[in-house]
Nanobody, 124 residues
Framework: VQVVQSGGGLVQAGGSLRLSCVASGFGVDEYAIAWFRQAPGKEREGISFFSSSDDRIYYADSMKGRFTMSTDNDKHTVHLQMNSLKSEDTAVYYC??????????????????WGKGTLVTVSS
């Protein structure tokens, strides 16, 4: 199983970035793919996740609005479009895969596979 991320980098405040993640090497029908982030000195927090069981995308309440998650037709590739970025969005962003049904992205525990993370830096 692999979780491979791409995207990220340096952007000015107010700008946009798009992250991508490809999860591969698994064959179960029910799984979830999520985005998390971890800012310096803070705990990892959930942003959103795609649930294959109901083909829906869910967001943490605090992340609704500026962040949009989407999937490709294969449902194994996901993207995170981040708009109107702020300096407080500076963090390492992670993609995670869980080979089971998930009902929330709250808490980072229990996810089976993680990407290496990609740094997003928002300059003010």
């Amino acid at each position: 199983v692999q979780v491979v991320q791409s995207g990220g980098g340096l952007v000015q405040a107010g700008g946009s970035l798009r992250l991508s993640c490809v999860a591969s090497g698994f064959g179960v029908d029910e799984y979830a793919i999520a985005w998390f982030r971890q800012a310096p000195g803070k705990e990892r927090e959930g942003i959103s996740f795609f649930s294959s069981s109901d083909d829906r995308i869910y967001y943490a309440d605090s992340m609704k609005g500026r962040f949009t998650m989407s999937t490709d037709n294969d449902k194994h590739t996901v993207h995170l479009q981040m708009n109107s970025l702020k300096s407080e969005d500076t963090a390492v962003y992670y993609c995670a895969l869980d080979l089971s049904v998930r009902t929330t992205v709250a808490g980072s525990g229990g996810w089976d596979y993680w990407g290496k993370g990609t740094l997003v830096t928002v300059s003010s």
